[in-house]
């Protein structure tokens, strides 16, 4: 069974920087991925990632990392450029891989209803 257990949230100024980390026990061998929930909005789908390959959605491309350290089995999101609307609790997220396999999780596994395990979420605000 997969437990997932965020850190790293915390208030920044625009234009900053924060890196949050994803803590994974159990198999990692799974699609990953950062989603966030905003003040009085649905939760949306930040960064994904599987077998090596990412994807973002159009609104932090550029600006935001995800990556896997596999020895530690910890799951981060370096967030630079932070903006305002980047204010939310952002959460870890694992799932089953598709019967392909692993590799197309970044590309096809991005809906929150794909998703069956969550971590408990870490605040991050951005504000001047």
């Known amino acids: 069974q997969v437990q997932l257990q965020e850190s790293g949230g915390g208030s920044v100024q625009p234009g900053g920087s924060l890196r949050l980390s994803c803590q994974i026990t159990?198999?990692?061998?799974?699609?990953l991925a950062w989603f966030r929930q905003p003040p009085g909005k649905e939760r949306e789908g930040v960064a994904f990632?599987?077998?090596?390959?990412?994807s973002y959605t159009d609104s932090v491309r550029g600006r935001f990392t995800i990556s896997q350290d596999s020895a530690e089995n910890i799951l981060y999101l370096q967030m630079n450029s932070l903006k305002p609307e980047d204010t939310a609790i952002y959460y870890c997220?694992?799932?089953?891989?598709?019967?392909?396999?692993?590799?197309?999780?970044?590309?096809?596994?991005?809906?929150?209803?794909?998703?069956?395990?969550w971590g408990q979420g870490t605040q991050v605000t951005v504000s001047s």
């Open positions: 990632f599987g077998g090596g390959r990412f």
């Open positions: 997220a694992a799932t089953f891989p598709p019967p392909r396999g692993v590799v197309y999780c970044a590309a096809f596994v991005k809906n929150v209803r794909d998703y069956h395990t």
């Open positions: 159990g198999d990692s061998d799974m699609c």
